[in-house]
């Protein structure tokens, strides 16, 4: 019993001091402001995957990340890429959002959660007509704090609500932020 009680104040006391310990040092190496690129393949789901083909993302980002909390916000402006089955024209997606991100207090890798709401522009090859909407993603992440910059990889599930429909895709990135 009295070793019971030992163990479990132990697993307490770990479990309340560990998180603020790896948060006080995370917060010693958070960059106020980042930019950073990704890229990585484009996974259509649901309707959009009967037509389309795994494609291709490619992303360019600004972080802006406080200090003292580990909440912060980022802006990401992203081009998705999809081929038609069978080939011949491909669809694509561009967007422009305002994500959260949280990240989980760790040291070394660090994972965080994200999502936000954009403008999304959805349009096909051959000059065909494209349409703005509005839409929504989330995903998460694992991020790398290396010497000078960060590298992480990402998946996030995004839908564009299209007129009578709604485009939906998982873009998975490798990026860097700097």
Known sequence: MNRSFFAAAFAGIALVAFPLESRAQVSTVVKPFQ???????????????????????????????????????????AYNQFALQGGGASLHISSLTGNLVYSIPSTGISPY???GIGLYNVGGSGGGASENDFGW???????LPLSGFDTF????????????TSSKFIPITFGIMF
């Not at 649901?46 to 406080?66: A, E, I, K, Q, R």
């Not at 990889?153 to 009578?164: D, K, M, T």
Request: glycine share 18%.
């Open 137 to 143: 993603n989330i995903g998460g992440g694992v991020k």
């Open 113 to 115: 959660l994200i999502g």
């Open 35 to 77: 930019f950073g690129v990704a890229a990585g393949a484009a996974v259509p789901v649901s309707d959009l995957s009967n037509f389309f083909s795994t494609g291709f993302n490619g992303t360019v980002m600004l972080g802006l990340n406080p200090q003292l909390i580990p909440l912060g916000v980022r802006i990401d402006g």
């Open 153 to 164: 990889l990402e998946a996030r599930y995004n839908q564009a609500q299209s007129s009578g």
